[in-house]
């Protein structure tokens, strides 16, 4: 029988994302009530030196896989090694983090696995033995509650954020592979990285967007030092980004990332139903908006009615303060 | 160049969401659109025809009504359309691939093009796992896309960046915002759309198992937000005070 709860512990560049941690944190909460075993499978090139890490947030065992072909995410090879190692051992279930690249390892692992896959999800809970997951659909405007009773392993992706990531010592099992690749059919021909010091959109605890209501590219300077003092990510709406004031990658929404921070600051933004769709799951929301009947007040936590020109700079100077 | 995309008829953004009596997601009344992200999938494939020679073949699974998504795409340019009825089959990403992976392994392809997510229950997953049953390569959430020589090469997005990918023909990919700037489509295209084929089958026609691995259990709304304090006084007054509450009150700083 299907055994084990792993995590997928996904790093970039010699760093464990953060989220592997929380999915060790909870994962090991659902291996003790199951008395199973919670495992970590770390893959890419030399990287040993991440093991006690894993260890400390939960892992009994790491599975530790390296090659060289491995130093960069490719999707045929990366999936073919956690398969392979899937298949060996039989874990009962595996998570990833919701990442660019936990979501496109997970697909094609799902499929040649032959299982099910949830992903985006929100929360995990053992019911009868069964591992249930919630997650969004529809953006956010509804949820569902969903489980994979059969094929083994269960799957899901977590969006980060979901689980605190809590460390308590512990030494791990390291299970060394020595794995075959296979053919691996992308090329990475160059990775180009926007030099920021600030965090993921999907990862940060604050992030701070900006609007319509923003006027211009050179304005969101007043969001990137308000940002700063907050350790915030920028965020943006699909009119700032339509508008070409910054990448579409910035975009909160429906069609654009989901967020689920700690603190989301809307600034100049109306609050339409497709962006709130990718924030309302924010803990704490802040509107800044001169229109005091834009949607947005409608489920802010905080509203502040005026204009943001006048409001953003005093908040980064009294934020400095109360952060000091 | 035969060039295939996969595109899901979704909600509109709009669309507010209510249950039938079963407790399931009720589609009465909802206004359905193609999927915003198969609309790149679908301009590309356009895109690449027009830059040579090629037919593109668009490819939905749905309920009769998705032929309106198919439609569209035709009225964009698309040359022909499949239909695959689901009729009352309830699916999950899995049978959705193994039927689309069916239907697309019938035909020729070069390239075969989707959305990189659906924006209704859509979960990242189904063009991975057609990749994975046609053991064709697969580049994720592209934002640009240059066919030569039998390869292609892809700038796909990352966190915090982008990456450039080579690939041999035939490949998957998915589109992210930021491909290209899908084209409406004209009346003379809406004319025309009506006469390209439309070839419809049902999925239980297609021989292949469709019993789903994952089991919804129930649906649920979120918590009705409700509105919280405006902060008062004068701009530079109320920044003020709310640097303070949310350090004090709402305790997130
Ligand atoms: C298929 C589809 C998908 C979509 N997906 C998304 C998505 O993913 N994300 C998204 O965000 N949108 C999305 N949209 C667009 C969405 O419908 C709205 O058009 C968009 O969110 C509006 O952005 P906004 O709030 O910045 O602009 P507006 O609605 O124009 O609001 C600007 C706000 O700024 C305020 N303002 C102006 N000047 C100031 C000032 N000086 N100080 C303070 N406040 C000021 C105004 O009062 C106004 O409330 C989508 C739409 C469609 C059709
Ligand atoms: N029923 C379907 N018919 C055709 N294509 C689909 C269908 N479902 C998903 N797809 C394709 O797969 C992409 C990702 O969908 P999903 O994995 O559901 O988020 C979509 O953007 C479509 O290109």
Redesign the interface.
């Known amino acids: 029988m299907a055994k084990g709860i792993w995590i997928f512990a996904e790093q ?1 560049e010699g760093q464990v994302k953060k989220v592997a941690f929380e999915l060790l944190s909870e994962g090991r909460k659902i291996a003790d009530q199951l008395g199973e075993e919670l495992a970590a499978v770390l893959v890419g090139k030399d990287v040993a030196g991440l093991v006690d890490a894993l260890g400390e947030y939960g892992a009994d065992k790491v599975y530790l896989v390296e090659a060289d072909a491995l130093e960069n995410y490719t ?2 090879g990366y ?1 073919k090694v956690v398969a392979d190692l899937v298949k060996q051992y039989e874990p009962s279930a595996l998570l990833l983090g919701c ?3 936990g ?2 390892l ?3 692992l ?3 696995l ?7 999800c929100i929360n995990m809970e053992l019911t009868d033995g069964q591992l ?1 997951f919630t ?1 969004p ?15 083994r392993p269960a799957m899901a992706t977590i969006r980060p954020n979901t689980f605190a990531a809590v460390a308590g010592a512990k030494t791990p099992e390291v299970v060394k592979v020595t794995p075959d690749t296979g053919d691996i ?10 030099i ?1 010091t600030r965090p ?1 959109l ?1 990862e940060a605890d ?1 992030i701070v967007s900006g609007g319509r209501g923003m006027k211009g590219p050179e304005n969101f300077k007043t969001l990137e030092e308000l940002s700063d003092v ?1 350790g915030a990510a920028v965020g943006a709406s699909r009119a700032a980004v339509d508008a070409g004031w910054v ?3 910035f ?1 909160v929404g ?3 990332k989901t967020v689920s921070p ?2 989301y600051i809307a600034c100049g933004i109306s609050g339409a ?2 962006h709130l ?1 990718g924030m ?2 924010a ?4 509107a800044i908006n001169k229109d ?1 009947e834009a949607n947005i ?11 943001l020109f ?3 700079p ?2 980064t100077e ?2 400095k ?3 000091a | 160049m035969k060039i295939l995309v996969c595109m899901k008829q979704t ?1 509109d ?5 209510a249950f039938d009596g079963d407790g399931k ?1 009720d589609g009465k009344g909802v206004t359905m659109i193609m999927n ?2 198969d609309e790149y999938a679908v301009e590309e494939a356009l895109k690449i025809k027009e830059s040579g020679a090629g037919e593109v073949t668009v490819i939905s699974a749905g309920g009769a009504k998705a032929q309106d998504a198919l439609r569209q795409a035709l009225a964009m340019g698309a040359d022909k359309a499949v239909l695959l009825e689901t009729g009352e089959l309830e699916m ?3 049978a959705t ?1 193994v039927v689309l992976a069916k239907a697309i392994s019938e035909l020729e392809y070069d390239i075969i093009l989707g959305g990189f997510r659906a ?3 859509g ?7 057609v ?3 046609l053991n064709v ?5 592209i ?1 640009k896309l240059e066919i030569a020589d039998g390869k292609a ?1 892809a700038t796909r ?12 023909l035939p ?1 998957v990919f998915t589109a ?3 491909l290209n700037e899908p084209r409406y489509p004209s009346m003379k295209g809406i004319m025309k759309a009506k006469k390209k084929p439309m070839d419809k089958k049902s999925v239980s026609d297609l021989g292949v198992d469709v019993a ?11 918590e009705q ?7 008062p006084g ?3 007054e ?3 005070e ?6 004090e009150e ?1 305790k ?2």
Not at chain 1, 144 to 151: F, I, L, R, T, Y
Request: glycine share 6%.
């Open positions: 970039r999707t045929d999936t990442t660019v690249t979501r496109d997970a697909a094609g799902a499929q040649r032959e299982t099910g896959l949830m992903t985006d249930v997650r659909v529809y953006a956010g405007k509804a949820f569902v509650k969903a489980s994979c009773p059969e094929a059919r992308q090329v990475i021909k160059d990775i180009v990285r926007q920021s993921e999907t604050i907050l990448s579409h990658s975009q429906q069609t654009g700690v603190l139903i497709q769709a309302s799951s803990k704490c929301i802040v005091e007040f409608k489920l802010a936590d905080y509203g502040i009615v005026g204009d006048e409001v953003v005093v908040l009294e934020l303060k109360v952060m | 909600f953004t709009e669309a507010k969401i997601i915003p992200y999950d990403e899995y691939a924006i209704d229950d979960s990242a997953q189904v063009m991975g796992r990749a994975e049953i390569p697969i580049v994720n959430v934002t090469v997005e990352i966190e915090g960046g982008s990456e450039v990918v080579e690939v041999s490949a992210q915002k930021g789903p691995k994952v089991k919804a259990l129930s649906f649920s709304l979120p937000r409700q509105a919280g304090k405006v902060v004068e701009p530079a109320a920044a003020r709310l640097a303070r509450m949310l350090r709402a997130v700083i």
